[in-house]
């Protein structure tokens, strides 16, 4: 009897902000997006996520997850060597905050072309200051699941939907997006 072949999932690199990986978690999905893709985190992420655990809600169980996932080395957490790079963004650019500063850098310095971002407003500055690295939305990873057979779409329709409610998306101009781009895939 022939072996069973599995289809090969090419793994992709994604430096993950904080609100990413609480929209991933509140999701149910962060663990299966570590299927399909390594995550790296700064330093900053870590401590953000620290801060947030503390909290008895959606966000502070997410942040416990997530905790949990960094001690069991499923997510890495990583130092930034270009500190001054940091201030310049979160100095130069109001909208832009440490975490996702240090995730920034920290693509850039580990040459890593992807980082994953839900901080909707900062997305456009972010761009100005990414070269080679491509901001997306935690959406990016979600419809990578169902794009790769890992979830189905109506999985990914309900993945987004408790996103939306812990996150307080629903009228929000990144759900609309996030929804939009996952009824397309259908």
């Known amino acids: 009897m ?53 909290y ?43 975490g996702e500063a240090e995730a920034l850098i920290l693509a850039q310095e580990k040459s890593i072309p992807i980082l994953i971002t839900d901080d909707f407003r900062s997305i456009p500055d972010l761009k100005k200051n990414s070269g080679d690295v491509e901001i997306h939305l935690s959406i990016y990873l979600l419809a990578r699941l169902a794009l790769e057979k890992i979830i189905t779409i109506a999985e990914a329709q309900d993945a987004l939907i408790r996103i939306s409610d812990g996150r307080t998306w629903e009228s929000a101009a990144i759900y609309n997006l996030a929804k939009k781009y996952i009824n397309e895939l259908k």
Request: glycine share 6%; hydrophobic share 35%.
């Open 2 to 54: 022939p072996k069973k072949t599995q289809k090969k999932i090419y793994e992709t690199i994604v430096v993950g902000d904080t609100s990413t990986l609480i929209s991933l978690a509140v999701g149910s999905v962060l663990l299966k997006c570590l299927r399909i893709s390594r995550i790296l985190i700064p330093q900053e992420v870590y401590s953000e996520l620290s801060e947030i655990s503390q």
């Open 56 to 98: 008895n809600d959606v966000h502070g169980k997410a942040a416990q997850e997530i905790i949990g996932m960094i001690s069991n080395g499923n997510i890495e957490v990583d130092e930034v060597e270009h500190v001054d790079k940091i201030n310049e963004l979160v100095s130069g650019y109001s909208r832009i905050d440490e």
